[in-house]
């Protein structure tokens, strides 16, 4: 009797097994398919990102890689993508300075500066660039300083505390504002990851600015 329920239920087993697939098989194989040809497509998306990828670097060596880099490296930056084209414009404002053709160096930072699909440790980086390089020019120092505020207020921008330096610098030497400039440092010298040097560099222009701030004439005193 035993035997007669066991082989009762497996044929029970068997036509469940039979209505499952007629009623599921369909959609079981097309998800299967889906799921090879979705591994195929990433795999082939890799493979071709890769490529890409190195290309570019090459393209990138390249144009390093002779006596006046700094056309070619704005030439190979139209087709490089952000990352690489950010490493581009920054490379080639910095091989304009060495050729003293500042205003070409500073088109080249602007570019990176303005350029949203640049990754954002690279923007920032030109921003400083661009305006290191107008501080002492610049008609309206406020431009700058907003310029920089869109860096040193980024608490994510490797960055952020170079920003404070030059802000200080700017208010100090443009505007004889040694309290605005001593705040700037004081975010610097507060700050506990920072490097070693930077953090001395400000504590002594603190220093510096105090003193220039004691013997600047106050507004109102009497001659």
């Known amino acids: 009797?035993?035997?007669?329920?066991?082989?009762?239920?497996?044929?029970?087993?068997?036509?469940?097994?039979?209505?499952?697939?007629?009623?599921?098989?369909?959609?079981?194989?097309?998800?299967?398919?889906?799921?090879?040809?979705l591994t195929a497509a990433i795999s082939g998306y890799r493979s071709w990102n890769t490529h890409v990828q190195e290309k570019q670097t090459d393209a990138?060596?390249?144009?390093?890689?002779?006596?006046?880099?700094a056309?070619?490296?704005?030439?190979a930056s139209e087709d490089l993508r952000p990352g690489l084209r950010g490493i581009a414009l920054l490379n080639a404002g910095s091989a304009?300075?060495?050729d003293d053709k500042k205003e070409e160096a500073l088109k080249a930072y602007s570019q990176a500066a303005e350029d949203k699909s640049i990754p954002a440790d690279l923007r920032d980086l030109a921003v400083l660039m661009?305006?290191?390089l107008t501080a002492a020019t610049a008609e309206n120092k406020n431009d700058l300083l907003e310029k920089l505020k869109s860096v040193s207020g980024n608490e994510k921008s490797p960055w952020r505390y170079h920003a404070h330096l030059l802000s200080a610098s700017i208010f100090a030497?443009?505007?004889?504002?040694?309290?605005?400039?001593?705040?700037?440092l004081k975010t610097i010298i507060a700050a506990e990851e920072i490097v070693p040097s930077l953090k001395a560099k400000a504590q002594a222009l603190s220093q510096v600015y105090a003193l220039e701030s004691a013997d600047a004439p106050q507004e109102g005193a009497q001659p």
């Open 1 to 37: 009797m035993a035997d007669v329920f066991a082989e009762l239920d497996e044929v029970m087993r068997q036509d469940r097994a039979e209505r499952f697939w007629k009623e599921n098989g369909r959609t079981l194989i097309v998800a299967v398919l889906l799921s090879i040809l």
């Open 60 to 69: 990138l060596l390249s144009a390093l890689d002779v006596d006046a880099p």
């Open 71 to 75: 056309e070619g490296l704005i030439k």
């Open 96 to 98: 304009y300075l060495k």
């Open 130 to 132: 661009e305006v290191n």
């Open 173 to 184: 030497h443009t505007a004889q504002d040694y309290k605005a400039a001593q705040e700037e």
